[in-house]
């Protein structure tokens, strides 16, 4: 019998969150600290829109790229926050997550051969995207003394002739790391010269704490080669309703299109009701929610310099993404040694790239009575440490 499997996906690995999430659910009293996931319930309001849109019997497909009410409310919300605009019908596409905006968007964008740069560490889907829409991922290395952010200098280094597509994940997951405009300007500048096309994963937009987010689509000569994907899920406690969009020129997004009306129909109708009104009257919600998430960073940060444990200062997302290389072990080995002595899960940083090797990730998408916990977990499994090193 010949083999079913097809050799590309054989040999990509399973994303490493997920592994460690699997493993804590099935420990009883262990704390997890994995997965980047809001802890918030659904702003009520945004449920009972969606209630009460299944209780209209509003059940029934919405046209291929969305509610032509959430398009347009899309592009209010971006003009508004983000001093960028789309027109609702030709260049705005809703989609199963931005899981699905990413995946689409490579696929309707790359050949065979064509370089996609990515930054790392970062999410674990962009990578496996990449190889199967063909493309080759080209990574980018950030490091820890430029607090994870993108230099000029790192993209001019990976560019070839080869290159397409820099796929740009600000505010960041796992760092927490955060583009400033200067820093975009530069980057933009880079992407003009050399004809290169961004993805600009925006999902953490409106999670930033003490620096306002700035879209590189909102830069001059950016907006006609960019892609900017975003969703409901961080921002508005929107997880398990699956919803994100994509934004871009309309060539792009019509051929993006045409992938979703195959693989997809449209996004779940439910959901597209719920968001309309999640984004038009969601903002308390959000930046209630961004406040307690902004006092959970601040808890961790001063919890880790009372520990000794080096952590640069993330302005963005809901992780912080603490050094371990003091200790001498591996990511996964001390990872798997703190789940094992203290019964608490966190993320090995090389889930997220080679480049996380000598960090972990750590989540603060949780209470504070519940990061309070670990971090004692955490201190006494290091102190230990501490002391069998001496």
Same mark, same amino acid.
């Given at each position: 019998?010949?083999?079913?499997?097809?050799?590309?996906?054989?040999?990509?690995?399973?994303?490493?969150?997920?592994?460690?999430?699997?493993?804590?659910?099935?420990?009883?009293?262990?704390?997890?600290?994995?997965?980047?996931?809001?802890?918030?319930?659904?702003?009520?309001?945004?449920?009972?829109?969606?209630?009460?849109?299944?209780?209209?019997?509003?059940?029934?497909?919405?046209?291929?790229?969305?509610?032509?009410?959430?398009?347009?409310?899309?592009?209010?919300?971006?003009?508004? %926050?983000?001093?960028?605009?789309?027109?609702?019908?030709?260049?705005?596409?809703?989609?199963?997550?931005?899981?699905?905006?990413?995946?689409?968007?490579?696929?309707?964008?790359?050949?065979?051969?064509?370089?996609?740069?990515?930054?790392?560490?970062?999410?674990?889907?962009?990578?496996?995207?990449?190889?199967?829409?063909?493309?080759?991922?080209?990574?980018?290395?950030?490091?820890?003394?430029?607090?994870?952010?993108?230099?000029?200098?790192?993209?001019?280094?990976?560019?070839?002739?080869?290159?397409?597509?820099?796929?740009?994940?600000?505010?960041?997951?796992?760092?927490?790391?955060?583009?400033?405009?200067?820093?975009?300007?530069?980057?933009?500048?880079?992407?003009?010269?050399?004809?290169?096309?961004?993805? *600009?994963?925006?999902?953490? *937009?409106?999670?930033?704490?003490?620096?306002?987010?700035?879209?590189?689509?909102?830069?001059?000569?950016?907006?006609?080669?960019?892609?900017?994907?975003?969703?409901? *899920?961080?921002?508005?406690?929107?997880?398990?309703?699956?919803?994100?969009?994509?934004?871009?020129?309309?060539?792009?997004?019509?051929?993006?299109?045409?992938?979703?009306?195959?693989?997809?129909?449209?996004?779940?109708?439910?959901?597209?009701?719920?968001?309309?009104?999640?984004?038009?009257?969601?903002?308390?919600?959000?930046?209630?929610?961004?406040?307690?998430?902004?006092?959970?960073?601040?808890?961790?940060?001063?919890?880790?310099?009372?520990?000794?444990?080096?952590?640069?200062?993330?302005?963005?997302?809901?992780?912080?993404?603490?050094?371990?290389?003091?200790?001498?072990?591996?990511?996964?080995?001390?990872?798997?040694?703190?789940?094992?002595?203290?019964?608490?899960?966190?993320?090995?940083?090389?889930?997220?790239?080679?480049?996380?090797?000598?960090?972990?990730?750590?989540?603060?998408?949780?209470?504070?009575?519940?990061?309070?916990?670990?971090?004692? %977990?955490?201190?006494?499994?290091?102190?230990?440490?501490?002391?069998?090193?001496?």
């Amino acid at each position: 019998m010949r083999n079913p499997l097809s050799k590309t996906i054989t040999e990509i690995k399973p994303s490493g969150i997920r592994k460690f999430f699997d493993i804590a659910s099935e420990r009883k009293d262990t704390i997890s600290l994995g997965v980047g996931e809001p802890d918030f319930d659904t702003p009520w309001h945004i449920r009972d829109e969606g209630i009460y849109s299944l209780e209209k019997g509003k059940t029934f497909y919405t046209s291929n790229s969305g509610l032509l009410e959430l398009r347009e409310e899309i592009n209010n919300y971006l003009t508004r %926050r983000c001093n960028v605009s789309y027109d609702p019908r030709t260049e705005i596409l809703v989609t199963v997550g931005g899981s699905e905006a990413i995946d689409i968007g490579l696929r309707a964008m790359i050949d065979p051969g064509d370089e996609v740069l990515i930054p790392q560490p970062s999410y674990v889907s962009y990578e496996p995207c990449t190889i199967l829409a063909g493309g080759t991922p080209v990574i980018i290395e950030l490091k820890n003394e430029n607090e994870f952010r993108l230099t000029k200098e790192e993209l001019l280094e990976a560019i070839t002739d080869k290159t397409k597509i820099l796929i740009l994940p600000f505010p960041n997951n796992p760092t927490g790391a955060i583009m400033e405009r200067e820093d975009l300007e530069d980057i933009a500048k880079i992407c003009i010269e050399k004809d290169i096309f961004v993805m *600009s994963d925006e999902i953490y *937009s409106e999670l930033t704490y003490g620096k306002d987010h700035v879209s590189i689509a909102s830069l001059p000569g950016m907006r006609e080669r960019t892609i900017l994907i975003n969703g409901f *899920s961080k921002a508005f406690a929107m997880t398990g309703w699956r919803l994100g969009y994509a934004c871009g020129p309309k060539e792009i997004i019509e051929q993006m299109m045409k992938i979703h009306q195959f693989a997809i129909m449209c996004a779940p109708t439910t959901s597209q009701y719920a968001a309309v009104e999640a984004i038009k009257n969601g903002d308390e919600d959000v930046a209630n929610m961004r406040e307690s998430y902004n006092q959970r960073r601040n808890f961790l940060m001063n919890a880790f310099k009372e520990m000794g444990l080096p952590c640069f200062e993330p302005f963005g997302a809901f992780y912080v993404f603490p050094c371990i290389k003091e200790f001498g072990m591996t990511s996964e080995e001390f990872a798997f040694a703190l789940l094992d002595a203290e019964k608490l899960a966190v993320v090995p940083g090389t889930a997220f790239g080679d480049c996380g090797e000598g960090f972990l990730r750590i989540s603060y998408a949780y209470s504070i009575e519940k990061l309070k916990i670990a971090m004692d %977990r955490i201190n006494h499994f290091i102190t230990g440490l501490r002391e069998k090193n001496k």
